[in-house]
Every structure is written in C-alpha cells, then in structure tokens.
C-alpha cells in the first residue's frame, strides 16, 4: 500500500459560499441579490427551494466553526455577499453586514482557521442587475469599490482574496443557457459579460492591493479537463479544440494577456467589445490561482461524449475522473507561467442515507475525494506547486438550481431542524489533516 504524504504546511480545509449557507436573505438591512430573486421566480429551482434559510449559518456560524475545529481544518473558504454589505451595490455601507463578516473572521481567527475570502461567488446586488449588471462595465467598478472596503475592513486578519469564483459559470450558466441567476440566455451578451468580468478582476486586484499591499489577492477558475475519446488524430485535435474554446476565455486573458484566437474564430463578430488598455489591466500579477476541478469532457471528432462505459458517475451525473485533475494540473502549468496553485473545490453529490446507527456512511464520497487527493500529490511530484485544498463543501447546501436536491456535503444538514451531523467522509478526511497523508 503506497502512502502520500503531504508538506508539512499543506493547507487542508473546505469551502462554502455565502448565498449557499448563509440564509437570512433580508434580515439586518442586507439588499436583494439577483440570486435572491431568480430562487424567488417560480420555475427556476428544483422543487422551489430558496437560499432565504439555507443552512442558517448566519445565525450558527459558532456552531459551524465548532465543527471546522472538531474535523482540524486549518482553512476556511467562504464568499461575502455583497449584498449585506452595500445593499444597492454601492455607495451607503450596511454596518450591520459588515459586521457580520467581521465576527465571523474574528472566529475563524479564534479557531486557528486560515480565511480565504471571495469576493464574488455569483450573488450580484439586484439593484445593480437593474442597471446592466455585469453587462454594464459600471458594475466592474462598483466591484472594486466593495473590495476595497472588504479589504480595508477584513485586511488584518484576511490574508487571502479572491475577486471571482468560476467567471465561466457566470459567464455561461448565468447568461447564455440561463440556468442561473440572472437566467439571461445570450451569446453576444454572455461574452460581453466575460469580459466585464476580467476587468471587474482587474480593477478588484488593484482595488486589495491599494486597500492593503500586504495581502495576497488571486482568482479560482473552474476547468474541465478535454481528453479525446481515443488516440485518433481526430479526436485529439477536437479534445484540443474544445479546451482552447471552452476553458482558456479566463486561463489566457489573465495569465497570457491576450484572449485566445479559438473564441475569436469560434464567435467571430460575438466577441465583446475592448477597450485600449483592458488586456493589460486584466493580466495583472497574482498571489495565486485557485483551480475547482470535478470533473472531466470526453470529446471525440463528433462531439461531446455522454456517458463513459466503465466510468462511475455522481449524483450531478459528473464522471469520476481523479487522473484527468493530474492531467491538467500538469497541462496548466507547462502552459501558463502560474503563480502558487490551491483546489479551491473538489467534492461530490451522492444520495445519502441516514443508517440505523443515526450516521452517514458515505464510501463514495470518501473514496472520491482520497482518489483526487492522490493525483493532487502526484501532480505536486510532477513539479506542481500546490499548497493547499478545500474540499466543496463543509455543509450540504443549496445547490443553485438544484436547489437542496443534491449534497455535496462531509456534514449532513437536517434542513428542517439544521442539526449537523458529520458523515464517514468527514471523520475519513479529519484523519488525513490529523496524519498529513493519503493511503491508497
Ligand atoms: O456548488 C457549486 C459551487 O457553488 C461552485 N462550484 C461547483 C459547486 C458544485 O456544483
């Protein structure tokens, strides 16, 4: 039996986002996001649920730094909404908001936590939706007006900031299929929307530094990695081309300053519109770059694949893949002159059942999890520089458009009684923070 043992700093830890967890969607003056109102239109979400209790973790957030002590994380990854910050997205700040992050940093600071804090994990203030949202380039700096009050604020003690998590799926799912908020379904639109985003990353960079130049600011990209079918010379250039065009529209821009020739062929007259000196502003240099992997597209000359014969599947009908998370770590880094990586997500949907003992016994989700642990020390062999992980998610949460239909939790949430209980996985994963390893 092989064991992988990790540096002694590693940092283990997990993630969450606010709209997900935080429930008291209008208490203590926070303004309506746009996730507030998509959840609230009928037909958006399984089963109509709503983020407006969610995992109560506004009122428990104690508790729920209890646990993080109880499975000996050493990082938290959370999201700030910038609702109950600014609730029009600017101007007038909402103490009371602001407060609440405050205490939950000074508690995470109190539990021997590493904060990482993202800014923007999908919850515009709907005011600023009603003016454009993310197609009006205002919003990009009204964003890096919140970061720099987030970072004036919580810069003491937060190290760590991330401006976006997953601009893709902002770009994509939010406002070309619009299975997201704000449920816009528009191609021209959805790459204009990208591109504010890179400069809101821009601006919001600048916008950390100047409010404290002592921290560390960076972005998390989710990437799928493309693998062909087979070694047919078809199917490779088609997997090849279906990364350039699918997964370097956040990757090229912000470490290669220059957005990739594949999008400008595959949408042509679609391509947003750039301003002098935007490409320059979005490669600005990071601290370091968070990766979410979860899975991988098998693409052949015909297209994309569906189901894999032989491959396990999670509940979100993503194929378990670990080796293509080595794969790509290793591909990203010989393309791109990267600064210090973290998995900032990695985790898995299954249907749990609560057992006659009252606990979760969870063997998937363990098992997926100590496979993408494994290639992530095998990456980091490979010459690699990765320095931590966060597992997604600490809590089983609301699921965007799933709505509570899927969880991906290593702690079961009762939603009708919020009692929390830790699954197998959970206590599996204390031990691999406890022993520092891995055993195949
Ligand atoms: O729940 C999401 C999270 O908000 C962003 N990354 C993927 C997770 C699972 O779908």
Redesign the pocket.
């Given at each position: 039996m092989s064991i992988h043992k990790f540096p002694h700093n590693f940092l283990w830890g997990a993630a969450t986002?606010s709209y997900?967890i935080e429930g008291a969607w209008n208490e203590d003056g926070k303004g309506e996001s746009i996730w507030d109102r998509f959840s609230h239109t009928p037909g958006k979400i399984t089963n109509a649920d709503t983020g407006d209790v969610a995992c109560d973790h506004y009122h428990r957030y104690t508790e729920d730094i209890a646990l993080m002590r109880t499975l000996g994380l050493k990082a938290y990854r959370f999201s700030t909404a910038w609702a109950r910050v600014f609730p029009s997205g600017r101007g007038c700040i909402n103490t009371k908001g602001l407060d609440f992050y405050d205490r939950l940093v000074d508690a995470m600071c109190a539990a021997n936590l590493e904060p990482f804090l993202t800014l923007y994990?999908?919850d515009l203030p709907q005011a600023l939706q009603d003016q454009g949202g993310w197609t009006n380039r205002n919003t990009a700096y009204a964003f890096a007006d919140y970061a720099a009050v987030m970072t004036k604020c919580l810069g003491d003690r937060v190290r760590n900031w991330t401006t976006f998590?997953?601009p893709s799926?902002i770009t994509f799912i939010g406002n070309l299929t619009g299975e997201h908020a704000p449920g816009i379904k528009d191609t021209k639109i959805s790459y204009q929307v990208a591109h504010n985003l890179n400069v809101a990353h821009g601006l919001g960079v600048q916008a950390i530094r100047s409010a404290n130049s002592k921290v560390n600011a960076g972005i998390v990209l989710?990437l799928w990695m493309a693998e062909p079918a087979t070694e047919a010379t078809q199917d490779v250039e088609a997997a090849n081309n279906f990364w350039d065009v699918n997964e370097t529209l956040f990757l090229d821009p912000i470490f290669k300053g220059f957005y990739p020739p594949a999008v400008y062929e595959a949408i042509g007259e679609k391509m947003p519109e750039i301003k002098d000196g935007d490409l320059a502003l979005i490669a600005q240099e990071l601290d370091f770059v968070g990766i979410?992997y979860?899975s991988r597209n098998v693409i052949s000359a015909s297209g994309k694949m569906n189901k894999i014969p032989g491959s396990a599947y999670t509940e979100?009908g993503w194929e378990v893949c670990a080796p293509a998370l080595r794969r790509m770590l290793v591909k990203i880094n010989s393309e791109y002159k990267l600064p210090p990586i973290y998995i900032t997500?990695n985790?898995s949907?299954f249907q749990d059942t609560i057992s006659s003992d009252g606990k979760i016994h969870d063997p998937e989700r363990t098992d997926y999890l100590r496979q993408h642990f494994i290639q992530t020390h095998l990456a980091m062999q490979d010459g690699v520089d990765i320095r931590g992980y966060m597992v997604?998610?600490l809590l089983d949460?609301f699921?965007?458009g799933h709505g509570f239909s899927?969880r991906?939790g290593m702690v079961r949430v009762d939603y009708e009684t919020q009692k929390r209980t830790i699954k197998d996985s959970g206590e599996w994963y204390a031990e691999v923070i406890r022993t520092n390893q891995v055993r195949e």
């Open positions: 986002a997900q994990h999908w998590n997953e799926v989710n979410n979860y979100m997500e985790g949907a997604w998610s949460n699921e965007w899927k991906f």
